[in-house]
Every structure is written in structure tokens, then in C-alpha cells.
């Protein structure tokens, strides 16, 4: 049997949903998969990949642009091979409670992609992530990281599990 190919793409503006990406690629290519991450911009084919897990950060309620032009750029395409999305965003400990459900514009991709589930992490705003925005969240004491590296793993394993049972 060949080892089967994954891309795991993201739309990430300031690296937490890039670390995310990377952390699902290292736990699939721990279950024996060919698993490539690549920033969402860098993705104009997905016919070399079995499967794609395609994520994207959430900022305002909106999910990334890039992950979604992504999507919207291989739609044909990613509608014949296992699809999973993912968001990350939540700057504080809501993702670990319960099951986040998808913004809109992600419930959308989940339908028109036929993808099989969608999970969302916790995201991340530290002293170290640029912008206004996170300066003041930083400063107010609102910030952290919050992405669970156990449950982005956990993840991660289920897919490779889905990829690899005898269907």
C-alpha cells in the first residue's frame, strides 16, 4: 500500500494558526502519512494530495481570507478527496469547554466542500504578536496561548485513523 499524501494548508496572519498547521503535520507524519504544510496562498493544486486539512484563523468572527480564497481556488477538486477544516481564534478557554461551532463562512466551505468534520482551537495573542490590536489585548491582560497541543494531536490522530481504516 503507498503511503498516502496530506496537505495541511492555513491561513495565518500573525503564526498561531501556522503552529497549529504544524502541529497536525508532525502527528499525521507520526501515523506513517506523507503529510505537507503550506501557507493557504501557496496552494493553486490539491490533485497531488489523498487528503487536505485546511485551516484558517478567526479574527472578528470572520475566518481567514487566505484560507478561504484556498478553498474556494480548489473547490472542484477538494469535493472528490476527504476534506477537514479547522479555525483557530478563541483567545481564552471557551475552545476547551465545548465544541466550538463554525462561523458562517466556514459552515459554508464545510457544506460546498463535502469536508467530513471541522474543529476550532484556541488561538494565541502574546508580547510577541504585532499589531495594535494585540498590544492592548496584551496590556489588558487579555492575551495568552491558548491552542491545547494534546487536542490539536488528538485531532490530528483521528484523521489519520479515518485515512487509514479499510473503507
Known amino acids: 500500500m503507498t ?9 495565518s496572519k500573525h503564526g498561531a494558526t501556522e503552529g497549529i498547521a504544524a502541529e497536525i503535520g508532525r502527528s499525521l507524519r507520526e501515523d506513517g502519512l506523507d503529510a505537507v504544510v503550506l501557507p493557504a ?15 484558517g484563523a478567526l479574527y472578528a468572527g470572520h475566518w481567514s481570507g487566505k484560507a478561504k480564497r484556498c478553498a474556494e ?3 472542484h477538486y477538494l469535493r472528490h ?3 477537514w477544516l479547522f479555525s483557530s481564534g478563541p483567545v ?36 510577541g504578536t504585532p499589531g495594535l490590536v494585540a498590544r492592548v489585548m496584551v496590556r489588558a491582560g487579555k492575551g495568552g496561548d491558548f491552542r491545547n497541543h494534546e487536542r490539536i494531536q488528538n485531532w490530528a490522530h483521528h484523521i489519520s485513523a479515518d485515512l487509514t481504516a479499510p473503507h
Open 41 to 55: 496562498d501557496d496552494v493553486d493544486d490539491v490533485r497531488g494530495y489523498d487528503a487536505v486539512v485546511l485551516g
Open 81 to 83: 478527496r476527504p476534506v
Open 73 to 75: 481556488r480548489n473547490e
Open 92 to 127: 481564552d478557554s471557551s475552545a476547551e469547554q465545548h465544541e466550538i461551532p463554525p462561523v458562517a463562512a466556514v459552515a459554508r466551505q464545510l457544506e460546498r466542500l463535502g469536508a467530513r468534520e471541522h474543529r476550532t482551537f484556541g488561538g494565541s495573542i502574546t508580547s
Open 3 to 11: 503511503q498516502k499524501k496530506v496537505l495541511v494548508a492555513y491561513g
